[in-house]
Nanobody, 126 residues
Framework: QVQLLESGGGLVQAGGSLRLSCVASGRTFSHYAMGWFRQAPGKEREFVAAIRLSSDRTYYADSVKGRFTISRDNAKNTVYLQMNSLKREDTAIYYC???????????????????WGRGTQVTVSS
């Protein structure tokens, strides 16, 4: 069974940085896609970023492009989300996701991911 464990969330001032980590276990992930979604209070869960572990191709939501960077360490089965220039609107619970991309996989679609972590809280204060 695949398990995803997030860490690295916390409280940071606007303009600051945080790095989230997600460690995956339970399977060989070399052909997987992994990424992050987030959910702010009262809002829908939304796509943040994703990476295909076999090709290193990355995908980002427009709201985080240029500020967030997703990367991976295959040897550690770990995906990172480096978040810079944080804004109050980045406050949310961040969820790590993973799946083996089928044909026609769309990285921004929640239902295209079978595996979800429990989330880590990121709070950005002004």
């Amino acid at each position: 069974q695949v398990q995803l464990l997030e860490s690295g969330g916390g409280l940071v001032q606007a303009g600051g940085s945080l790095r989230l980590s997600c460690v995956a276990s339970g399977r060989t992930f070399s052909h997987y896609a992994m990424g992050w979604f987030r959910q702010a209070p009262g809002k829908e869960r939304e796509f943040v970023a994703a990476i295909r572990l076999s090709s290193d191709r990355t995908y980002y939501a427009d709201s985080v492009k240029g500020r967030f960077t997703i990367s991976r360490d295959n040897a550690k089965n770990t995906v990172y989300l480096q978040m810079n220039s944080l804004k109050r609107e980045d406050t949310a619970i961040y969820y790590c996701v993973a799946d083996e991309p089928p044909l026609g996989w769309t990285p921004t679609i929640r239902s295209d991911y079978d595996y979800w972590g429990r989330g880590t809280q990121v709070t950005v204060s002004s």
